[in-house]
């Protein structure tokens, strides 16, 4: 997803937070695809350059419709997740753990049984192994904090000059 993240940034990360209905219809629009293929097309990364374009100016249909309703991707990105974590330190229920260990065993089982020959490869372990690795970015997400800012403090620096 990183060449998405460099060509449409706010699709990008829309696509991580409570609007991602709205970055995935905004692809779907621009690439020609039905929305439950978006995934696949941003992992496969496979587009032409008439496509890239598209998504440029979707990246700039989305802005103008965030700015529009005063939306901040990444502000609700971050408030999605802290009311999530304020929930949890709340309630304390032992389900979100108990889901975050489930999912971590699971994804790294299944991973070392690929590896190692104990599981068959096939096409439902592929699926299985692709959701419990995208709900487990979710759970480091949560316990850790997202890459967001990381990145953006990459990019100032990036664009910084050095002083003398």
């Given at each position: 997803?990183?060449?998405?993240?460099?060509?449409?940034?706010?699709?990008?990360?829309?696509?991580?937070?409570?609007?991602?209905?709205?970055?995935?219809?905004?692809?779907?629009?621009?690439?020609?695809?039905?929305?439950?293929?978006?995934?696949?097309?941003?992992?496969?990364?496979?587009?032409?350059?008439?496509?890239?374009?598209?998504?440029?100016?979707?990246?700039?249909?989305?802005?103008?419709?965030?700015?529009?309703?005063?939306?901040?991707?990444?502000?609700?990105?971050?408030?999605?997740?802290?009311?999530?974590?304020?929930?949890?330190?709340?309630?304390?229920?032992?389900?979100?753990?108990?889901?975050?260990?489930?999912?971590?065993?699971?994804?790294?089982?299944?991973?070392?049984?690929?590896?190692?020959?104990?599981?068959?490869?096939?096409?439902?372990i592929d699926i299985m192994?692709?959701?419990?690795?995208?709900?487990?970015?979710?759970?480091?997400?949560?316990?850790?904090?997202?890459?967001?800012?990381?990145?953006?403090?990459?990019?100032?620096?990036?664009?910084?000059?050095?002083?003398?």
């Amino acid at each position: 997803m990183d060449w998405l993240t460099q060509i449409a940034p706010t699709i990008a990360t829309a696509l991580g937070g409570p609007l991602a209905g709205m970055a995935v219809s905004a692809v779907a629009k621009a690439i020609g695809c039905p929305p439950e293929e978006v995934q696949k097309v941003i992992s496969d990364g496979k587009l032409d350059a008439e496509q890239v374009a598209a998504i440029q100016i979707a990246e700039l249909e989305l802005k103008k419709q965030a700015q529009e309703m005063n939306l901040n991707f990444a502000k609700l990105a971050n408030d999605d997740r802290k009311s999530a974590r304020d929930m949890q330190s709340i309630t304390r229920s032992f389900i979100p753990p108990a889901l975050a260990l489930g999912i971590t065993v699971g994804f790294f089982g299944i991973l070392f049984g690929l590896m190692y020959g104990q599981i068959a490869h096939a096409p439902q372990i592929d699926i299985m192994l692709g959701s419990l690795g995208t709900a487990w970015t979710g759970i480091i997400g949560f316990y850790f904090g997202s890459s967001a800012s990381s990145q953006n403090k990459d990019s100032l620096l990036h664009q910084s000059v050095p002083t003398p």
